[in-house]
């Protein structure tokens, strides 16, 4: 268990060093690194590993076609507390119960929830790349790429393989049957869709007075916006807590 603790530490740190999580968001990630690698040994801690190292590519991928991005989404790169337990939360809490209750329920919770995330950061990172403007999922108009509910053929293909990586990788180290696999990279598939639907129809979205742009910013250009739409309180980390518990639900249910 020790090196284990001593791995989540040490991505923990790394990951802020190279600036993909804060400070806090750092400290965060190795607790739910422990949980999951109490639950889940290194078969856990490798399948957020490659969520970890894949997110974190993806996102430094042609950052610099990604700048616009920035503008609209609420964050920056670096990934804080929030943000990595809205991610993580779930499949922290499976490892946790699996220690508790240990059941084959567990892992599929787990690996659906990974699933979810990883589906969710690969679309919503590659998916901004698509030359042609993306679709609102519930208008059906272009909107700016990056947007909430933006959705492009790119970023669906995107989704499809982030989650079908874990469901084949997990159902390989977990010793599970191609059946597992499917389901996994389903229920990864289906969270993250909908976060997509969540986020175009509960998530909170503002304008700038002064610019007029879209955004999930509460301030821009240094001024406060102006609210137009959402639920008070959703978030993009909701959003994600949200889908993460979708995709986790859909995952274990299979099992039940
Ligand atoms: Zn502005």
Redesign the pocket.
């Known amino acids: 268990m020790i090196i284990y603790i001593f791995i989540s530490a040490l991505t923990g740190f790394l990951g802020y060093k190279v600036q993909a999580l804060s400070k806090k968001g750092a400290l965060a990630a190795t607790g739910v690194g422990c949980m999951i690698a109490l639950g889940f040994a290194w078969k856990g801690l490798l399948l957020l590993g490659i969520f970890f190292l894949s997110s974190t590519v993806w996102s430094k991928y042609q950052s610099e076609q990604k700048g616009g991005i920035e503008?609209i989404v609420e964050k920056g790169a670096s990934r804080d507390q929030y943000q990595v337990l809205a991610n993580g939360g779930v499949a922290a809490l499976a490892g946790v119960m699996m220690v508790i209750f240990p059941k084959e329920v567990w892992t599929f919770i787990f690996l659906s929830a990974i699933a979810t995330s990883n589906s969710d950061t690969w679309a919503s990172e590659l998916g901004v790349l698509s030359t042609r403007k993306p679709l609102h999922i519930k208008t059906l108009k272009i909107v700016p790429a990056g947007t909430s509910g933006a959705v492009s053929m790119l970023g669906v293909v995107a989704s499809f393989l982030g989650s079908a990586l874990i469901g084949v990788v997990g159902s390989f180290v977990f010793d599970l049957s191609y059946q597992a696999a499917a389901v996994v990279t389903f229920a990864g598939f289906v969270g993250c869709l909908s976060d997509t639907l969540i986020g175009a129809t509960m998530q909170e979205e503002f304008q700038?007075?002064?610019?007029?742009?879209r955004?999930e910013r509460r301030t821009?250009?240094g001024?406060q916006?102006d609210k137009l739409s959402g639920v008070k309180g959703f978030n993009n980390d909701v959003v994600n807590f949200a889908s993460s518990v979708i995709g986790a639900l859909i995952g274990g249910a299979w099992i039940l």
């Not at 700038?208 to 742009?213: A, D, E, I």
């Open positions: 503008e700038c007075l002064r610019c007029g742009t955004t821009h250009c001024k916006t």
